[in-house]
């Protein structure tokens, strides 16, 4: 499967984003969700959906704020993020888990989109 990420951008403390990822197929069956990497530390899981069924998952870092969901559709996921903070400035990764778990693990993703930045300004 082939993920397009896209939606990033720069915004000040208390705005909104939403992220999308683009499946080219394949996500019957599987986890998707997304990962953020901030400089100069290691990529961290954010939220998660399997895609039957739609069970959710959410760092605590988020929980509240972030909201995933998808699109039958139209193969996309969606990271919707209210109230942002400094702190959640990172390169954000949509991925696909092999597992049937919302909560998605690194060493399980098959397959990763190519980033988009998010940048939260104070």
């Known amino acids: 499967v082939q993920l397009q990420a896209y939606g990033g951008g720069l915004v000040l403390a208390g705005a909104s984003l939403r992220l999308s990822c683009a499946a080219s197929g394949g996500t019957v069956g599987y986890a998707m969700g997304w990962f953020r990497q901030a400089p100069g530390k290691e990529r961290e899981f954010v939220a998660g959906i399997i895609w039957t069924g739609g069970s959710t998952s959410y760092a605590d870092s988020v929980k509240g704020r972030f909201t995933i969901s998808r699109d039958n559709a139209k193969n996309t996921i969606y990271l919707q993020m209210n109230s942002l903070r400094p702190e959640d400035t990172a390169v954000y990764y949509c991925?696909?888990?092999?597992?049937?778990?919302?909560?998605?693990?690194?060493?399980?993703?098959?397959?990763w989109g190519q980033g988009t930045l998010v940048t939260v300004s104070s």
């Open positions: 991925a696909r888990d092999r597992r049937l778990s919302p909560v998605l693990v690194r060493g399980s993703v098959d397959s």
